[in-house]
């Protein structure tokens, strides 16, 4: 990634954190806590008339690398 592609997107991290701050606190405070292998990741989209969505995941030991690379790449 170029030096401008990771400015822009710090700036939009930052704009959506302005604008969603229960959802950054939440965010924080799961990092901080830590996702263990065995946890269960679950993610529900509601469109407006529409049926909602359900997804979940149960994290694996080979996941665990990915969630820490995300960590470290959002700050």
Do not use: C, Y
Not at 27 to 37: R, T, Y
């Amino acid at each position: 990634m170029n030096p401008t592609s990771i400015m822009k997107i710090m700036g939009m991290k930052n704009e959506f954190n302005r604008r969603h701050p229960k959802f950054a606190a939440f965010m924080k405070a799961v990092a901080a806590k830590g996702v263990q292998e065995g946890s269960v990741i679950e993610i529900t989209v509601r469109n407006p008339g529409e049926e909602e969505m359900t997804a979940n995941m149960k994290v694996q030991a080979d996941d665990l690398e990915l969630l820490r690379e995300l960590k470290d790449l959002i700050g």
